[in-house]
């Protein structure tokens, strides 16, 4: 019975575990960059610092008005850059204006 359990334990904290192939969208953040200008004709566009309990890590967007393109990066204090995402038909929203109001 405790055989069954341990390895019941074990199947179900594995299947948490990502699949090697999310491995594959990562690499140095220099690499990534230069792929995305190469291929895609991307340049940066927007980003920010994402902070967490762990770590602090950026979060960049990346563009290209040329061929509509765009990339989400996530890059980890030591240098390694993640796509989280990538798509086509990229726009740019309006820019939006201050709202006169009342103090309060």
Do not use: K, R
């Given at each position: 019975m405790f055989k069954y359990l341990i390895?019941?334990?074990?199947?179900?904290?594995l299947a948490g575990i990502p699949p090697p192939a999310a491995a594959a969208n990562c690499g140095p953040r220099d690499a990534v960059i230069e792929s995305l200008k190469s291929k895609y004709a991307e340049h940066f566009t927007a980003g920010g610092l994402q902070k967490t309990r762990?770590?602090?890590s950026i979060m960049e967007i990346w563009s290209s008005p040329d061929t509509g393109t765009f990339t989400v990066l996530l890059t980890s204090p030591?240098?390694?850059?993640?796509?989280v995402a990538a798509g086509?038909?990229?726009?740019?929203?309006?820019?939006?204006?201050?709202?006169?109001?009342t103090a309060s």
């Open positions: 390895f019941a334990c074990l199947t179900l904290g762990a770590a602090q030591n240098g390694i850059s993640c796509v086509t038909d990229f726009f740019e929203g309006p820019e939006v204006s201050p709202v006169d109001g």
